[in-house]
């Protein structure tokens, strides 16, 4: 076990902590993620269930199944609306957003999936301009 990692919602009221070691870390490009994050992809850690704990704000998650989704779900903050980590149907695993995270989580993505499924304004971030900060105009 190494030193726990944490994350929170954007308002504070949801916190959890994930112990190491994690393994399984992907880029989701389907059309399901790219509507529950808004952005371009899903960025998904998967944690055993043992290795994952809520520390406040349990209440406050809820859960979205959609019916047609054999493997996906989702969940959120009802007060702010971050996304929030989901458990696996077969109830292994929780799969963890890493944009949620406080800590660095050690591990970095290693694969996408469903990039065939990419949005059609997609690009690669190294093709992009990139600033620190906002750049003055
Ligand atoms: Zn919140
Ligand atoms: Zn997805």
Redesign the pocket.
């Known amino acids: 076990m190494g030193e726990a990692i944490r994350g929170s919602?954007?308002?504070?009221?949801?916190a959890f902590r994930i112990e190491g070691p994690l393994r399984g870390f992907q880029y989701c490009h389907c059309s399901r993620c790219r509507k529950k994050t808004g952005s371009s992809n899903a960025a998904n850690i998967f944690v055993p269930v043992g290795q994952f704990s809520w520390e406040r704000g349990e209440a406050k998650v809820k859960r979205f199944e959609l019916p047609t989704a054999k493997y996906w779900s989702t969940a959120f903050?009802t007060?702010?609306g971050?996304a929030m980590p989901w458990l696996t149907k077969n109830g292994k695993a929780m799969v963890v957003g890493a944009g949620g995270l406080d800590d660095d989580p050690g591990l970095r993505p290693t694969y996408s999936v469903f990039f065939g499924s990419r949005a059609p304004w997609y690009v690669h971030v190294s093709d992009l301009e990139m600033h620190e900060t906002l750049p003055q105009s």
């Open positions: 919602c954007v308002c504070g009221t949801v903050c007060d702010c971050s």
